[in-house]
T-cell receptor, first 109, second 114 residues
Framework: KNEVEQSPQNLTAQEGEFITINCSYSVGISALHWLQQHPGGGIVSLFMLSSGKKKHGRLIATINIQEKHSSLHITASHPRDSAVYICAVDPFGKDQFYFGTGTSLTVIP | ETGVTQSPTHLIKTRGQQVTLRCSSQSGHNTVSWYQQALGQGPQFIFQYYREEENGRGNFPPRFSGLQFPNYSSELNVNALELDDSALYLC?????????????FGPGTRLTVT
C-alpha cells in the first residue's frame, strides 16, 4: 500500500471549471508538497504546507493534519493548467519525499 | 542564478551494462536528492546527499550508488542494469535539510534499458 494516495487519477475539465484534487497519506509528516509535472518530466514546486491553507493566484492548497488529508484547488481552470499534479509528503523533515502517483489533468478549451 | 541541470537527457543501455547520470544543483544548494519515476507512477526516493555524504536511502539495491562533489554536483551510478530500471531519473536540490526551503527539480534523464 502506498503511503500517499491521490484521487482522481485522471481528470478532464472544461475551461473555467473549478477543480479539486485530493491527497491522503498514512504517515506522520513534517510537511506536504504539491508539485506540477509537465509532459517531458520537468517538476515545479507549487506549495509546501504544514498546516492551514495557502493561495497563489488561481491555486489554493489546504491541509488537515488530523485527518491526514490535503486538497489542491484550481479556480477558473485554463488549458495551460493541463499537467500532472503530484502530492508528496516529507515524513522525517529531511526533504526525502514519499510521492503519490499523480493526477493527470486535462483542461479542454 | 542557474537552475538544476541533468545530463544526458536521454540514454539507451543494454541489460547488464552500467550507467552514470549527472546532476548540477541550483547555485548555492548543498543537498541533492535522486528519484526514480517509472512510467505512470510517482517518483520514488533513491537517496540523498548532503555536503558530500549520503544522508538517507530509499528501498533500492546497492547497485544504485551515488556521489556528491565539493561543488555539490552529483552522480547516480547504476550497475548491472535491469529492464525494470527503465525510468525517468530526477534530481532535486535544496539548501540544507528540513529547512523548509523549496526543492528545485531538474528536467530528468530518461533511461531505457533494452
Amino acid at each position: 500500500k502506498n503511503e500517499v494516495e491521490q484521487s482522481p487519477q485522471n481528470l478532464t475539465a472544461q475551461e473555467g471549471e473549478f477543480i479539486t484534487i485530493n491527497c491522503s497519506y498514512s504517515v506522520g509528516i513534517s510537511a506536504l508538497h504539491w508539485l506540477q509535472q509537465h509532459p517531458g518530466g520537468g517538476i515545479v514546486s507549487l506549495f509546501m504546507l504544514s498546516s492551514g491553507k495557502k493561495k497563489h493566484g488561481r491555486l489554493i492548497a489546504t491541509i488537515n493534519i488530523q485527518e491526514k488529508h490535503s486538497s489542491l484547488h484550481i479556480t477558473a481552470s485554463h488549458p495551460r493548467d493541463s499537467a500532472v499534479y503530484i502530492c508528496a509528503v516529507d515524513p522525517f523533515g529531511k526533504d526525502q519525499f514519499y510521492f503519490g502517483t499523480g493526477t493527470s489533468l486535462t483542461v479542454i478549451p | 542564478e542557474t537552475g538544476v541541470t541533468q545530463s544526458p537527457t536521454h540514454l539507451i543501455k543494454t541489460r547488464g551494462q552500467q550507467v552514470t547520470l549527472r546532476c548540477s544543483s541550483q547555485s548555492g544548494h548543498n543537498t541533492v536528492s535522486w528519484y526514480q519515476q517509472a512510467l505512470g507512477q510517482g517518483p520514488q526516493f533513491i537517496f540523498q546527499y548532503y555536503r558530500e555524504e549520503e544522508n538517507g536511502r530509499g528501498n533500492f539495491p546497492p547497485r544504485f550508488s551515488g556521489l556528491q562533489f565539493p561543488n555539490y554536483s552529483s552522480e547516480l551510478n547504476v550497475n548491472a542494469l535491469e529492464l525494470d530500471d527503465s525510468a525517468l531519473y530526477l534530481c532535486a536540490s535544496s539548501l540544507g535539510i528540513g529547512t523548509g526551503g523549496e526543492q528545485y527539480f531538474g528536467p530528468g534523464t530518461r533511461l531505457t534499458v533494452t
